[in-house]
């Protein structure tokens, strides 16, 4: 595997600035959820069940928020939709530890539709300040970053809410939220191409990529499958304010929801395995070994990142789905620590690929000034999809034990990736024969 694409993407100043902050920014959020669950469980004495329901109404925010905060992005550029994010973040995660139970379901659900939109904005940058040809290894290492992110997160937040207190983990929470919406606006990362004419191109990039970022570059077989379904392109009017009284042209075409299909696919099986491992360790009485096993699979994930990275082209998002989902279902099989370890690794290795390939592939398919509202919608499809595996997972190891978890995720996940795929297919055939018909 060469190194060189990583090696060029790192030249680039803006790039590697972005993809740090991006994994500093993100730490907060993924300590977020078991400090509320630490919180609403341990402090308040509140159940299991209603602990949960905290981060559902997180969750139900989030994913309304999203699209709509993307769209924001799209319209009115950065600082100004991050300076109420700002602003709400700070009070609801200072009032938080004061709120009766009721009122903190208020608080997750604005928190949630209010959150920074922290991977939106990464992912929208990183398509403008990375050439089209390199976004695959951009991508890739900004999912190496989300796992850095979501390994650093939760263990810093469990130490600070059992060694010293839940409200002072919670307002410490909050707290780095702030810094890192401040952090950004100061940063102002572009979210459109014109940024970039008035700031020195020279230190950031050499001549190739100034060639590169305008230069169109070759689909593969698996992009041009996706962008004959349809993209979403501008129309005489469509230009950045969208035209007074001028439709603008539709978000989610047939290739748009494929994409989101696959981001929904892959957090169905990865909130799903979730429920698994802990299942399975629990019955094992091995539960203290959880560590060992996410360990595992977090390590093939970044390793999986790396490959993919490299590649010279493209992978279908919904055939690498397929290949999770498929590799999801032997896990169960596992009985002890080690063993469940060692199958989970597989698996692994296909997490970051369909998550970076569904984001290469938004920005392949939107045009930059609809870019921030696609992010949205892709960053929904994973927050809904990640809803529906953990509890669908949860329903099949009570009904007939650990195993369970994994087989119905990864059938699920099958399921909708050759569903897709089957639809692609047919829409494609359909028009051919339209074709020699005319």
Known sequence: MSLSPYRALLRLRGARNLLLLGVVARIPMSAAGIVLVLFVEGTLGRSWLEAGLVGTATTLGAAIGSPWRGRLLDRFGLRRTLAPSIVVEAVVWSAIPFLPYQGLLVAAFVGGLMGLPIFTVVRQSLSVVVPEARRRTAYAVDSIGVELSFMAGPALGVLVATQVSTTAAILGVGATMVLSGIALVVANPPTRSEQLAGRRVGRDVDAADVVSRSAPVSPSDAERALLEDGAVVPGPADGAGGGRGVRRPRM????????????????????????????????????????????????????????YGALPRAVHPLWLLLALAVLTVPIGLADSPWTLALAILPAGMLNAPVISSTAEMVARLVPEHRRGE???????????????????????????GPWGGFAVVGVVGAVMALGALGAQSTRRRRRAAHALAA
Not at 265 to 277: A, K, M, N, R, S
Not at 284 to 299: E, K, N, P, T
Not at 374 to 400: E, Q, Y
């Open 374 to 400: 696609a992010m949205g919608w892709h960053g929904s499809a994973m927050t809904i999809g990640g809803a529906v595996g953990g509890p669908l997972a949860g329903t099949a190891v009570d009904a007939v």
């Open 252 to 307: 989610l075409t047939p290739a748009i929801l494929a994409v989101l299909g696959a981001a929904a696919g892959v957090t169905v099986v990865l909130y799903g395995t979730d429920i698994g491992v802990v299942a399975v360790l629990r019955e094992a009485d091995a539960i203290g070994m959880s560590g060992l096993v996410f360990f595992f699979w977090g390590l093939g994930s970044i390793l999986g990142a790396l490959v």
